[in-house]
Structure formats: structure tokens, C-alpha cells
């Protein structure tokens, strides 16, 4: 039960993220949810795509190092100790979360979703799962 | 001690200087022709023998020796004499397959400091100086080759080889040094940093300096002067003839005189090996006359320059070039270190299936040479995290400086970013305005 999530180098040069981000949106594709790991000379921009096959077709063409990983999407309570809850769970399950960033957080039913990159999966998926929390799939994702 | 190490060599007529070269040339072309198998084959595939050179006029007919072939005789394949004649090897900074040693017998080393001793009393220097030698010590020879040559003309030599710059003026100041042997661009550092340190050229004794190694400018000397308060000189060598001294400058500061009782200097086509007359600009090639161990006949410098015969005021008539005015092959100094973009690729290519575009940039800031290196991210390359790209520059940047032995600044940029012309990306970007 993991999402894709595309990753794109880019360094730190004026106008680069308004050419990736203007790409993405010319060709129809939306950002589901997005973060940005930088450094003094380049960025990784981290992105959860509606279609994310298409949208590494497209960064390919147009030159870019893209590459995907399989990572976390997990519903978590939006309220406080809601995140620290979560956590809790994967310290006490072992897994080393590598980096996570929020998604998107839905006011109605009082959640908020979570992307997580963690160093073992398929151990991260089965102590969630255990303690009563909720991955979300790749069609899933599409519908939030 | 007069203005010269040797009058008679160094104000010998050209008659005088002809008749000595054409015997020293005769005699080494079969010394050669019969101890180096590598050179007699070049040879006879040429049909050319020892006996078709009679003097200089026939030094066109003899094959060339490049970098390749010193590549490809590594490392006893040009060695003339037994190694058991031979008492020291020289090395450049070169890396794996790049690397040329040399081989001196004691006549050569001799010979050597003889040209060094010659360049010293060219800047003047007598025994009464105080000689602070601050090249490297070891493999390369600009710290054996000064300091030999420092103590032929008897100066109180100081064998400081380079670094710890506070200690170099230290004993500049406490023993007094009037001569500094160096890089130029280290002359300029200690040059401020005696500034840094609040003195300036009164507090010091220095009255001059002897430079080479790398290019420079005559902005840089009229710095290196100023900040010195010293004459700067400029020498030329290069391991593959014996080190510096092959040329040296005197106090008109036009040009170096070539040492041609030991070395015959030609210049050539680059494109077509053609020998070109005299002014003309061209392929610097050098014949060595006298070295017994390690004799390379007729090789390619790569260096571009003019020679000149004009009568120099300082009384010298032997021959002087200018300085290297750039390279007929892709080589970049940096740092004083020879660098070829093939070693660049050969790094690149253990990080990546193909190798990445990549673009040297060289520039001088405050004298000092920057090294930067553009790579583009392939994409079997890149990776998620930022630790992993961290550790590809860090790999890079680390093999970079064990094959080169100096550092460079790497930066990863996105592919297809490293601009190109005619579709052939520009690998070398030289801001350095030497010439």
C-alpha cells in the first residue's frame, strides 16, 4: 500500500521552479501534495502527482532528473498529539522515518494525511496497519 | 662574480654556438639511436640514421616524441643509460597514465643545477645571497632544481619547499633572504600576507625573485614587485627536459634565454609538424644535447610561443622565447598542476554508466587560481535524498583531488543545463586572462 512520488532535481537558479511547476500545469497535471528538501546548490522538489506517469513521461522529455520512489501516505487525527501519535507508533515499531511532509488536511472529517518516507515499507505498513491507522493507495489518492 | 654563471656559453657567438650544438647533436642522436630501442625504431621507420644528421640543419629529418609516447614507454622505455648509472628519478604531478619520471645521472643533475646556477646569477645572485627556495620538494623539481642551482652559485640556501606562509616570512625576516625561488602565484600570497601581518617591503631584504611553474601575467609581476619590493624573474622547464631552467630570464625582462648548449629549441606546425622560421608563433620543441639518461630528442612542449635572436641588452646571445602564450592540446594548468579534461572524464565515469556533461571553469581570484567543476545529473545519477546526492559530490570532489592532488569545487547541475556549440558541449571555460 504505497503512492508514487516523483522526485526532480533542481538547482538553485532563478526561474527554475516556476519552468517545472508551469510545465507540470500546461500538460493537465495536478499536485496532489508537494515539499522541497534544499541545499546551498540544488533542491529535490518532491511530488505526489494525480498522474504520476505521465508527469515523469513529461519532466523526461523536457530534460529533467526525475526518479520515483514508493512512499507512505497515511491519515492521521488533525488535532493535537495527532502527529506525535503516529510517530510514536513507528519509533515504537523500529521504523526510521527518513522524511515526511503533510499532505492535505480534510476540515470535515477532522483528518490530515501524511507522506512518509521510511527505511522499510513493508515493516512500516504492517505497524501502522496494526495500531488502527490508514494508508492511502495510489487510486485512492486520486479521489481526495 | 661577474653578470653571468658561464660568459662563455651564455655571450658565445652563434658560429661558436652552432659548431658546439651540431657535435653535441651528432654524438647524441647515436647515444640515443643505440640505447633507445622505443627511439631507434621511430627511427627506422622514418628511414632516417644516425648518420643522416650531420648538425641542427638535419634535426628536422629526426621523429618527434609526445606525451603518448612517454605515456607508452612508462616507465624505462626512453632510458639511455643502465639504472645503475642513474642516481634520482623526477616525477610530474601527473595521475595514473599521465605520469612522466625522468631519469638523471649525476652528469645531469649537474647539468641541471648548472641552468638553475645560471638563472640565479641571471636575477642576481652572488654567494653573498641569501637563497629561500619555496617550490616543492620531492618528486617535482622545482625545489631540487633551485636549490641545486642556489648551491653552485654558493648562496645560503633555505630549503623551505611551499606552505606555512607565516613561517616563510618568519625566516625571511630573522635570516635575512634576498631571493625567493617559487610559484608566482605563492609569491603573491606571501606577498600579502606579509601585508596582513602589518609589513610591508622595508621590513624585509628580498631584491628578487624567480618564478615559474605556471603562467602568469605581467600585471602579476608589476603586483608581485610592488608587494615584494623585488624584481620578479620568470623561468621555464619543463621534467621531460630536466626541470626548470631550460630558460631563464634576464634583468630586460623580455623574453627567457634558452639554455642551448644543452637544449635546441624549434618551432613548429602544431597541425602539420612543419618547422616554422624564426617569429613565427608556434609548437615549442626541445632537442636535449647533453642529458645522458633520460635524452628525449625533438619533443613536443605543446607550448605555444615566439623564439627570438634579437640582441638583449643584457649581453647574452643565446636564444630567447616568450612566454608560453597558451597550448596546442587541451592541457589547463591549474594551480600549478597539470590537468587534462580526459582526467576529469575518467573520474565521472565511475560515478555514471556514460560519462555526464561536464564544464571546467578556471578562474583567478587575488592571484589564486578556483577550480569548479559542472556536472550535469544524469539521471541514473540522481537519487531521492539529499545525503546520497551529497556523497556523489563528495566521491567526486575526493577522487578529483587523489589524481590531481589539488581540489575542486564540484557542482551538480541539471541535465542538458552546460551550455553547447554545434551541439559539442564547451569543456573548458579558462576566465584567466593570461596572456
Not at chain 2, 30 to 39: C, F, I, P, S
Not at chain 2, 238 to 243: A, F, I, R, V
Request: a negative charge; charged letters at 25%.
Amino acid at each position: 500500500m504505497t503512492v508514487k512520488q516523483l522526485s526532480v532535481f533542481v538547482e538553485n537558479r532563478a526561474g527554475r521552479l516556476s519552468a517545472v511547476t508551469r510545465l507540470l500545469g500546461d500538460n493537465n497535471l495536478s499536485i496532489k501534495a508537494m515539499s522541497i528538501a534544499d541545499t546551498k546548490d540544488f533542491g529535490i522538489l518532491r511530488l505526489i502527482m494525480n498522474d504520476s506517469e505521465k508527469a515523469l513521461d513529461v519532466l523526461k522529455e523536457n530534460g529533467c532528473s526525475v526518479t520515483i520512489t514508493n512512499v507512505l501516505a497515511i491519515k492521521i487525527q488533525n488535532k493535537p498529539g495527532g502527529l506525535a501519535d503516529a510517530m510514536e507508533v513507528l519509533y515504537k515499531g523500529n521504523v526510521s522515518v527518513e522524511y515526511m511532509y503533510a499532505a492535505f488536511i480534510k476540515e470535515d472529517e477532522g483528518t490530515a494525511f501524511l507522506i512518509l518516507r521510511v527505511d522499510n515499507n513493508d515493516l512500516a505498513v504492517k505497524t501502522l496497519t496494526e495500531n488502527g491507522y490508514s494508508l492511502v493507495g495510489q487510486e485512492e489518492l486520486l479521489n481526495i | 662574480m661577474g653578470r653571468y654563471w658561464n660568459e662563455s656559453i651564455e655571450c658565445m657567438s652563434r658560429e661558436e654556438m652552432k659548431k658546439l650544438q651540431d657535435e653535441r647533436l651528432v654524438a647524441q642522436v647515436k647515444h640515443v639511436y643505440e640505447n633507445v630501442a622505443y627511439y631507434k625504431k621511430l627511427m627506422d621507420e622514418k628511414g632516417v640514421t644516425p648518420d643522416d644528421i650531420k648538425g641542427t640543419e638535419d634535426l628536422h629529418k629526426l621523429p618527434f616524441l609526445t606525451k603518448a609516447d612517454l605515456r607508452e614507454a612508462y616507465p624505462y622505455g626512453l632510458l639511455a643509460k643502465p639504472l645503475s648509472d642513474c642516481v634520482r628519478i623526477q616525477s610530474t604531478s601527473g595521475t595514473t597514465g599521465k605520469r612522466v619520471v625522468a631519469f638523471y645521472t649525476q652528469h645531469d643533475i649537474d647539468l641541471w643545477e648548472d641552468c638553475c646556477a645560471r638563472a640565479i646569477v641571471a636575477a642576481g645572485g652572488t654567494k653573498d645571497d641569501v637563497c629561500q627556495v619555496c617550490y616543492g620538494y620531492g618528486l617535482f623539481t622545482g625545489g631540487p632544481g633551485l636549490n641545486g642551482g642556489s648551491h653552485k652559485v654558493g648562496c645560503l640556501t633555505l630549503p623551505m619547499s611551499s606552505g606555512n606562509t607565516e613561517r616563510q616570512i618568519q625566516f625571511m625576516r630573522d635570516l635575512e633572504s634576498t631571493i625567493l625561488c617559487c610559484t608566482p602565484s605563492y609569491a603573491a600570497y606571501i606577498g600579502e600576507t606579509l601585508h596582513e601581518m602589518g609589513y610591508g617591503p622595508d621590513d624585509i631584504k628580498l631584491k628578487a625573485g624567480i618564478f615559474g611553474a605556471e603562467p602568469w601575467t605581467e600585471e602579476m609581476r608589476h603586483e608581485i614587485e610592488k608587494l615584494l619590493g623585488i624584481k620578479a624573474y620568470d623561468i621555464y622547464g619543463l621534467t621531460e627536459t630536466s626541470g626548470p631552467g631550460v630558460s631563464f630570464e634576464c634583468s630586460e625582462q623580455t623574453g627567457m634565454h634558452i639554455n642551448e648548449d644543452h637544449f635546441i629549441a624549434e618551432i613548429i606546425d602544431p597541425d602539420t609538424g612543419e618547422v616554422l622560421p624564426e617569429g613565427s608563433k608556434g609548437e615549442l620543441v626541445f632537442t636535449s644535447i647533453t642529458k645522458e639518461a633520460f635524452p628525449l630528442l625533438r619533443y613536443r612542449t605543446r607550448d605555444i610561443c615566439i623564439l627570438s635572436r634579437e640582441k638583449c641588452s643584457c649581453g647574452r646571445t643565446l636564444i630567447k622565447m616568450t612566454k608560453p602564450m597558451g597550448r596546442s592540446d587541451d592541457m589547463l594548468i591549474i594551480k600549478g598542476v597539470n590537468v587534462f579534461p580526459s582526467q576529469i572524464e575518467s573520474v565521472l565515469l565511475k560515478v555514471s554508466k556514460a560519462t555526464p556533461n561536464y564544464q571546467i571553469i578556471v578562474d583567478r581570484v587575488n592571484n589564486a587560481d578556483t577550480f569548479e567543476i559542472r556536472v550535469e545529473l544524469s539521471e541514473d545519477m540522481f537519487s531521492d535524498t539529499i545525503k546520497s546526492i551529497e556523497d556523489l559530490e563528495k566521491k567526486i570532489s575526493e577522487d578529483i583531488h587523489n589524481i590531481l592532488g589539488i581540489k575542486a569545487k564540484i557542482r551538480l547541475v541539471e541535465p542538458k543545463s552546460i551550455p553547447r556549440s554545434e551541439g559539442k558541449a564547451v569543456r573548458v571555460i579558462d576566465k584567466r586572462k593570461l596572456v
